[in-house]
């Protein structure tokens, strides 16, 4: 397990400060000078991006494919978990950025396959005067469908099959492991919620979700707060969790986050302050023999740090503590 982080700010000034915070290795967001018009990548470009992050010993160890966790009519992509015409050609030019990671040396990508985006409802105050996103599903009040429609669970289970049954191959030919994000939230199971059912928010749901094309580059971006979400008793599901998918290989990223809360009722806190003991889950990930990067998420917001970078750092410092802490404690 190591340190990571997420980043969409590129510049020198952003590169600088994660490097002096002991960040060595990144999930890039940001595809400028990588994508072009069409949707597709230019290899030139990532190799340029790898060469601008080794001037400051950071090595890009995943990038993000446009497959964003944002609501459907803002995707690039909407084809694809829509079930369209046009889902075919944008599984084409899929097909080519994971061929152009590959050729420029991108070990992985990260993605998901989202209808709609990471609803909330409102946040919460939290520590310090301190803003906790929050999803309490007695306070959602939209009920009506997406522009989606109705979308059964064998649905949404058809349209992902039919995108790893085409992409899935072509990461085992380049050896370019992509890495899913779970939904987030998970809704209720039995009738979704704005008629979209979220088949990959139960642990359930992302087990049947790796078991499709099997493959050692088809896995997860395991975020352990969107699996707290999922749970009843985050506490100890959350581990169980963290051993299913680690021992199976299938955890290739971390979202490195907590929770306060439960299934359809959470806040996301500081790492910790939540119900998941932290220190406990990263030696789970070193028994289960996962070796991934860990990068926080979901930071709360504070109006004292209006561009989030102290939560960033506070949360950074905090896994890097924990890192050496558990690299210095026996396996458990």
């Not at 980043?7 to 400060?17: A, F």
């Not at 290899?43 to 950071?58: E, F, P």
């Not at 890009?60 to 964003?68: E, H, I, R, T």
């Not at 997406?146 to 669970?153: C, D, R």
Request: proline fraction near 5%; glycine fraction near 8%.
């Amino acid at each position: 397990m190591f340190l990571g982080h997420q980043m969409g700010d590129v510049s020198d000034r952003k590169l600088q400060w994660a490097a002096q915070l002991g960040v060595e290795h990144i999930a890039c967001e940001n595809r400028t000078g990588i994508e072009n018009e069409d949707g597709t990548w230019n290899v030139q470009g990532i190799k340029d991006l790898q060469t601008r992050l080794a001037n400051w010993g950071i090595t890009l160890d995943v990038l993000a494919l446009n497959l964003p966790s944002q609501y459907i009519t803002r995707q690039r992509f909407p084809g694809i978990m829509r079930g369209l015409p046009s889902r075919d050609g944008e599984i084409e030019v899929i097909k080519q950025n994971v061929r152009a990671a590959a050729e420029a040396g991108v070990p992985a990508l990260k993605y998901n396959l989202n209808l709609l985006g990471v609803p909330r409802t409102g946040r919460s105050k939290g520590r310090g005067g301190a803003m906790y996103s929050h999803f309490d599903i007695d306070e959602w009040t939209d009920h009506s469908l997406t522009e989606a429609g109705p979308m059964p669970a064998a649905k949404v289970w058809d349209n992902i099959t039919y995108f790893l049954e085409r992409v899935v191959p072509v990461a085992d030919e380049a050896r370019v492991r992509l890495a899913c994000h779970p939904h987030d939230p998970a809704v209720p199971h039995d009738t979704g919620l704005r008629g979209v059912h979220c088949v990959l928010g139960s642990v359930e749901g992302l087990q049947r979700f790796v078991s499709i094309c099997e493959s050692p580059y088809h896995g997860l971006n395991f975020c352990q707060g969107t699996v707290a979400e999922m749970c009843a008793d985050p506490a100890t599901e959350v581990l169980d969790a963290i051993r299913r998918f680690g021992e199976q290989k299938k955890i290739f990223m971390v979202h490195f986050r907590n929770i306060k809360g439960r299934f359809l009722h959470f806040d996301e806190v500081y790492p910790d302050i939540g119900d998941v003991d932290m220190f406990q889950a990263l030696k789970t990930y070193r028994a289960a023999g996962v070796n991934a990067m860990l990068c926080p998420d979901h930071i709360p917001q504070s109006a004292a740090d209006p561009d989030g970078e102290r939560q960033f750092s506070y949360c950074l410092g905090y896994t890097r503590a924990l890192l050496q802490a558990a690299e210095a404690a026996p396996a458990s």
